[in-house]
């Protein structure tokens, strides 16, 4: 309803582990501190390296963090972007375990209002957010969050900004990227 990034990158495309953790294992080895994953839809890394195969044998962003966090020397992982619909069971519980990942998570909220998210044709609604922040708090030792969010989406309502405030209040974020539609 108002991102480009689904027409022009209709499908995913994930590196295989293997790449990456070479590249990585070079770039370490040659003194690199710190590594961030990024790309479009972070948290649905390995999805089309997965489909077809038996669930023992999927390689999703999780499976990628252990990887890299079993090769040796000194640096951390910084992940980007991520939705928080895609945060969820085996992934939290990898970032838990995996002390090299920087406990910092971008989580896309764009509006708190469930009215716009649903505008925004958004796969998640405002308290399923905050319960993904609630169960990253828990899992992580004092993560910091940082967000998205989209100012004057049309229609939006004074109640909907409202909606919006109160969320960003709740999720305790440690700093807005804030944009005017």
């Not at 890299?68 to 972007?81: K, N, Q, T, V």
């Not at 229609?155 to 944009?179: P, Q, S, Y």
């Amino acid at each position: 309803s108002y991102c480009i990034i689904p027409q022009v990158r209709p499908t995913f495309r994930s590196r295989p582990i293997d790449e990456i953790v070479a590249e990585v294992a070079r770039l370490t080895g040659r003194g690199v501190q710190e590594i961030v994953l990024t790309g479009i839809h972070l948290g649905h890394y390995g999805i089309d390296l997965s489909r077809g195969r038996a669930k023992l044998e999927w390689q999703r962003l999780w499976h990628l963090i252990e990887r890299l966090g079993r090769l040796p020397g000194d640096f951390r992982i910084r992940l980007s972007s991520l939705e928080a619909s895609e945060v969820r069971g085996e992934f939290v519980e990898v970032l838990a375990r995996e002390s090299r990942v920087c406990p910092h998570l971008h989580l896309c909220l764009q509006s708190g209002s469930d009215r716009i998210l649903r505008l925004m044709k958004r796969r998640y609604r405002s308290a399923g957010f905050l319960e993904r922040i609630r169960r990253l708090r828990a899992a992580l030792d004092q993560p910091a969050f940082t967000t998205d969010v989209i100012i004057g989406f049309p229609g939006e309502t004074e109640e909907d900004f409202e909606a919006t405030c109160r969320v960003v209040r709740e999720a305790g974020f440690a700093k807005l990227h804030l944009f005017s539609y």
